[in-house]
């Protein structure tokens, strides 16, 4: 009765369900984080906000554990390799962690409980990340849903309070169990250089890691709840919570989020339809890893096959294109207030994640795979279910996607959700003076109000890489091929 919890996208010690369950079943309880050499060593730059972040919150989480008469044990190597090693050293009988519904995840889990069977240890995994995991919420033929709204609708009848109990009181109270610090020889952090990683400025960003973090958010967001629903399109206004990169994380629990909104949503009155929007955006977030957990071919395929036919941009020009968007420099000034958003901080707003998207595929023509890999590398939240998500729902590609004969205008979307520019303005200083009815579509500019407004078309900001409405046009050609095969 000896039980090691892996700590991996959980860094919490309140409200974790394999922590919980590891106290009320065992006696002692240890608890391991890894820095993954198969995961950090893919990465491109030392410079990673996410490891950043990941490294500061383990902190924080070790100090809570330590608080509590135990603490973390930290290591830096394959997962695969140091959880059986680590497993065996301390004599655990078995291994506890919260369950992930990536594929490399999984194959991850199911070699380390091999490894693990091998030497007599158990492995079992809870559910933790979600509010319902993949076979929980099923149409009455037994079926996984496709379509959001009636996922919703399903999901939101079979909540119930037991669903929202947090996971300690859940597992009844402290449990018998009691914490074990770290032998000597495996106790101590790593520093973020030993690691092989540089600090990312996260506080000139204020993104506070850690528990103490997502609570400052989430105290922030509380009161700004109810206007949620009216204000969570402006990427100008602080309509939304910010708390993706935590959820991502663990920092938060996703039932103490849905806890709050529901009780918002029962107490009725103005500020409920804030809190009914939001949490429809949670459900949003269980569907997607939903979809990945039963429909794992979505990773790197369409999930409507069909659309495997659309062919793409690929010559030189598109290469071009493409890197122009990276850069925040297509000429159309919303989409690159949202690229650079994201290289300036590693966040986006979620209107602009849909423009930008949809940009990508419907405007410049180039596969969404290329943008989804992009995001990947920049996102703080990146999360691979709601991505691949994100992305295929604006190709049109997706299970309940946007459909594809609908394309968004940048410049129309601009007008009605940055009407001052004001979002623009602030990630494109050199659009600083142009007039509010030119901001959108600077290009329309005469030379001479052009030049009275300090900004030469050409020369300090790009001409729009595309003509829309052609664009337009040659998207609903490619498209084509799906219609003509229906
Ligand atoms: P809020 O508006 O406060 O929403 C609260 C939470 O609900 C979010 O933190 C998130 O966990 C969840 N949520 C909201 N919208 C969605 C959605 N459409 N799908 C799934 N969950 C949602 N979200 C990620 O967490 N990681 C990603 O890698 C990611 N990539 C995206 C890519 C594209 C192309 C698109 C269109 C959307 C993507 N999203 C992603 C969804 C959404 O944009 C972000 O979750 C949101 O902008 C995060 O900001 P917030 O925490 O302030 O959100």
Same mark, same amino acid.
């Given at each position: 009765d000896s039980i090691l919890v892996w700590f991996r996208r !959980? #860094?919490? !010690?309140? !409200?974790?369900a394999a922590l919980a369950e590891a106290l009320r079943r065992g006696r002692r309880v240890h608890c391991v984080f890894i820095f993954d050499r198969d995961i950090l060593d893919a990465?491109?730059?030392?410079?990673d906000r996410r490891v950043d972040f990941i490294h500061r919150s383990v902190g924080e989480l070790d100090a809570a554990l330590l608080a509590r008469g135990g603490g973390l044990i930290v290591a830096h190597g394959r997962a695969g390799d140091e959880i059986p090693r680590l497993g065996r050293q301390l004599g655990v009988d078995a291994v506890f962690a919260n369950r992930d519904y990536e594929p490399s995840a999984k194959a991850r889990d199911a070699q380390v409980a091999a490894a693990l069977a091998a030497y007599g240890i158990g492995f079992e995994s809870f559910k /933790?990340? @979600?509010? *319902? /995991? =993949?076979?929980?919420v099923l149409t009455q033929a037994g079926r996984p849903y496709t379509v959001f709204t009636p996922y919703r609708n399903a999901w939101l009848k079979r909540l119930g309070g037991d669903d929202l109990a947090p996971a300690d009181a859940a597992a009844g =109270?402290? =449990?018998?169990g009691a914490l074990q610090a770290p032998p000597a020889a495996l106790a101590g952090l790593p520093t973020l250089a030993a690691l092989g990683f540089v600090p990312t400025g996260l506080d000139r960003l204020a993104i506070v890691p850690g528990m103490s973090g997502a609570r400052a958010l989430l105290d922030d967001f509380r009161g700004r709840l109810g206007r949620y629903h009216e204000q %969570?399109?402006?990427?100008? #206004? %602080?309509? @939304?919570?910010?708390?993706s990169v935590h959820l991502r994380f663990g920092t938060v629990s996703i039932r103490q989020l849905v806890a709050l909104a529901q009780a918002q949503v029962r107490q009725g009155g103005d500020a409920a339809a804030g809190a009914q929007v939001w949490l429809s955006e949670l459900v949003w977030r269980d569907f997607y890893f939903m979809i990945l957990d039963q429909f794992p071919h979505v990773v790197g395929h369409a999930?409507? %096959?069909? *659309?495997?036919r659309v062919e793409w941009e690929s010559s030189a020009r598109a290469d071009a294109d493409f890197s122009a968007w990276c850069a925040g420099r297509t000429g159309y000034p919303l989409v690159d207030a949202a690229m650079r958003q994201l290289a300036y901080s590693g966040y986006m707003h979620n209107r602009l994640r849909m423009v930008a998207a949809s940009f990508l595929c419907?405007? #410049?023509?180039? !596969?969404?795979r290329r943008g989804e890999e992009f995001f990947a590398a920049q996102l703080? /939240?990146?999360?691979l279910a709601a991505n691949n998500g994100g992305w295929q729902w604006s190709a049109s590609? =997706?299970?309940?996607?946007?459909?594809?004969? %609908?394309?968004?205008n940048p410049v129309t979307q601009s007008e009605r959700f940055d009407p001052q520019g004001r979002f623009i303005r602030r990630y @494109?200083?050199?659009?600083?003076? @142009?007039?509010d009815r030119h901001i959108?579509?600077?290009?329309?500019?005469s030379v001479a109000e052009q030049s009275a407004c300090g900004v030469l078309i050409g020369r300090d900001y790009p001409p729009p890489l595309v003509d829309h409405a052609a664009a337009r046009t040659r998207t609903l050609a490619r498209y084509g091929v799906v219609k003509d095969a229906d």
């Amino acid at each position: 009765d000896s039980i090691l919890v892996w700590f991996r996208r !959980d #860094l919490r !010690d309140d !409200d974790n369900a394999a922590l919980a369950e590891a106290l009320r079943r065992g006696r002692r309880v240890h608890c391991v984080f890894i820095f993954d050499r198969d995961i950090l060593d893919a990465l491109p730059s030392p410079a990673d906000r996410r490891v950043d972040f990941i490294h500061r919150s383990v902190g924080e989480l070790d100090a809570a554990l330590l608080a509590r008469g135990g603490g973390l044990i930290v290591a830096h190597g394959r997962a695969g390799d140091e959880i059986p090693r680590l497993g065996r050293q301390l004599g655990v009988d078995a291994v506890f962690a919260n369950r992930d519904y990536e594929p490399s995840a999984k194959a991850r889990d199911a070699q380390v409980a091999a490894a693990l069977a091998a030497y007599g240890i158990g492995f079992e995994s809870f559910k /933790d990340q @979600v509010i *319902f /995991d =993949g076979a929980e919420v099923l149409t009455q033929a037994g079926r996984p849903y496709t379509v959001f709204t009636p996922y919703r609708n399903a999901w939101l009848k079979r909540l119930g309070g037991d669903d929202l109990a947090p996971a300690d009181a859940a597992a009844g =109270g402290a =449990g018998k169990g009691a914490l074990q610090a770290p032998p000597a020889a495996l106790a101590g952090l790593p520093t973020l250089a030993a690691l092989g990683f540089v600090p990312t400025g996260l506080d000139r960003l204020a993104i506070v890691p850690g528990m103490s973090g997502a609570r400052a958010l989430l105290d922030d967001f509380r009161g700004r709840l109810g206007r949620y629903h009216e204000q %969570r399109d402006y990427p100008a #206004l %602080r309509g @939304v919570s910010y708390l993706s990169v935590h959820l991502r994380f663990g920092t938060v629990s996703i039932r103490q989020l849905v806890a709050l909104a529901q009780a918002q949503v029962r107490q009725g009155g103005d500020a409920a339809a804030g809190a009914q929007v939001w949490l429809s955006e949670l459900v949003w977030r269980d569907f997607y890893f939903m979809i990945l957990d039963q429909f794992p071919h979505v990773v790197g395929h369409a999930f409507k %096959r069909e *659309f495997e036919r659309v062919e793409w941009e690929s010559s030189a020009r598109a290469d071009a294109d493409f890197s122009a968007w990276c850069a925040g420099r297509t000429g159309y000034p919303l989409v690159d207030a949202a690229m650079r958003q994201l290289a300036y901080s590693g966040y986006m707003h979620n209107r602009l994640r849909m423009v930008a998207a949809s940009f990508l595929c419907k405007d #410049l023509g180039i !596969d969404w795979r290329r943008g989804e890999e992009f995001f990947a590398a920049q996102l703080n /939240d990146f999360d691979l279910a709601a991505n691949n998500g994100g992305w295929q729902w604006s190709a049109s590609t =997706g299970c309940d996607a946007q459909p594809w004969f %609908r394309i968004f205008n940048p410049v129309t979307q601009s007008e009605r959700f940055d009407p001052q520019g004001r979002f623009i303005r602030r990630y @494109v200083p050199e659009l600083q003076n @142009v007039p509010d009815r030119h901001i959108h579509a600077p290009w329309c500019m005469s030379v001479a109000e052009q030049s009275a407004c300090g900004v030469l078309i050409g020369r300090d900001y790009p001409p729009p890489l595309v003509d829309h409405a052609a664009a337009r046009t040659r998207t609903l050609a490619r498209y084509g091929v799906v219609k003509d095969a229906d």
